[in-house]
């Protein structure tokens, strides 16, 4: 059975658009970002991410997992960003600087998701099934925070840098510390929170 050249077509249009889509919000969101060009060649976050696309897609058919799995730990090691295949990505994810990012299996992220260097978003037990966050929307994850196990983290929250989250955040959440605790905001400080760096 062969694949209509429509489908095809319009396949590939969708897939230049999500990589245009791409490094534009690596160039947004990145104040050393020049050009589109410096994003796609020397961005790791974005080329692990990219190579996800791909795996991804190749997770879900059976025949292919092995070989998704082994070129995601490749792209591990040239990019120094480990996204398992069966991860599901939103879109305009950014993953600024990328080394020692680990993104499990069973994670899911919304869109416009920001992830510094160091981020795990991990498991806390090695049961089978959902082990690994879901986070919404809009979230920003600070440099070195861990978020571990099946929890919700709201859209909008955000979550301080060396943060470690074992317990669902609420929609536009700020939560700092080990064990990670919600830390109320004062009215004052509202318009700070438009500084993703100042959680980091």
Do not use: C
């Not at 050009?35 to 991804?56: D, F, M, N, S």
């Not at 069966?86 to 992220?109: K, N, P, Q, S, Y």
């Not at 260097?117 to 929307?137: E, Y």
């Not at 470690?164 to 318009?191: F, I, L, S």
């Amino acid at each position: 059975m062969t694949v209509p050249a429509s489908v095809t077509v319009s396949g590939l249009r969708r897939f230049w658009k999500t990589l245009r889509e791409d490094l534009a919000t690596a160039q947004r969101l990145d104040p050393a970002a020049r050009t589109k060009i410096e994003v796609a060649l020397g961005y790791p976050g974005v080329h692990a991410l990219w190579v996800h696309r791909l795996t991804h897609r190749m997770w879900r058919e059976p025949g292919l997992k092995l070989p998704a799995r082994l070129i995601s730990q490749l792209t591990r090691f040239l990019t120094g960003v480990e996204i398992h295949p069966g991860a599901v990505l939103g879109r305009r994810l950014f993953i600024d600087h990328g080394m020692g990012v680990v993104i499990g299996e069973t994670t899911e992220l919304g869109d416009d998701v920001l992830l510094f260097h160091g981020v795990t978003l991990g498991g806390r037990s090695m049961a089978k099934g959902k082990r690994h966050p879901t986070i919404g929307d809009r979230v920003t994850v600070g440099a070195g925070a861990k978020v571990l196990g099946p929890i919700t983290v709201g859209d909008g929250a955000r979550i301080g840098a060396n943060s470690v989250v074992v317990h669902d955040v609420p929609p536009a959440g700020v939560v700092v510390g080990v064990p990670g605790k919600v830390r109320r905001v004062k009215a004052r400080e509202q318009g700070l929170l438009e500084d993703a760096a100042l959680w980091i």
